[in-house]
């Protein structure tokens, strides 16, 4: 599955609203880019099905928000009515505290914490384009998951900036830093391909 530019316009949350339904992935900082076929992989599927799982039931019962995409995250720049902002992502997983974050469309402000998986038609668009902005949104923890590496690069908001990542193999426990009490058993993953 590619990730391209549907045109060079900048665009806004309000037109973003009226395009018909279809592959329109997301909007950032005014590009609007489309996921081609084919979907994500079963192994891609796979994988965000245990994270989101895992995550879920250790929340159990706590006042957080999780999700799966496609859910529409609008991150704006400021205080600019929704139909202004120019940045709308679904990540993979993302899990938010602040519930009144939440609304009708999805949410709109910063999750805490984001895992994305990577396909290697994917992973440049999730390092290079994506990352900047959750920075930019204030997200606290950014997983990024690469299945065919066997690494996860975890990037932790310090200071505004995520500096350098934290990179681990996916295997044993890891524990996601911005979510209390929210461990990630790679041993439990179904088998890799």
């Known amino acids: 599955m590619a990730v391209t530019q549907r045109d060079a ?5 309000g037109e973003y609203l009226t395009w018909p339904e279809g592959n329109y ?9 489309v996921r081609e076929p084919p979907a994500p992989s079963r192994f891609h599927q796979e994988l965000v099905g245990e994270i989101y799982l895992q995550v879920r039931l250790a929340l159990e019962g ?26 709308v ?3 993979d997983v993302l899990v938010v505290g602040d519930l009144s974050k939440l609304d009708e469309r999805g949410m709109r402000g910063a999750p805490d914490w984001v895992a994305e ?14 990352l900047p902005v959750y920075e930019r949104a204030g997200v606290r923890e950014v997983w990024l ?9 975890i990037y932790r908001l310090q200071d505004g900036r995520y500096g350098r990542p934290t990179i681990v193999e996916l295997k044993g426990r890891t524990t996601i830093g911005a979510i209390p009490g929210v461990v990630i058993d790679w041993d439990r993953l179904p088998p890799w391909r």
């Open 25 to 33: 992935a997301e909007l950032i900082n005014g590009t609007a880019y």
């Open 89 to 91: 992502v679904q990540p």
């Open 145 to 153: 998951v690469d299945p065919i590496e066997r690494l996860l690069s």
């Open 62 to 87: 706590k006042a957080f928000g999780i999700y799966v995409a496609p859910f529409d995250v609008r991150l704006p720049r400021g205080g600019e009515s929704d139909e202004l902002i120019d940045s």
């Open 9 to 13: 316009l900048h665009h806004t949350y």
């Open 117 to 130: 998986v990577l396909s290697p038609a994917t992973a440049s668009h999730e390092k290079v384009t994506k």
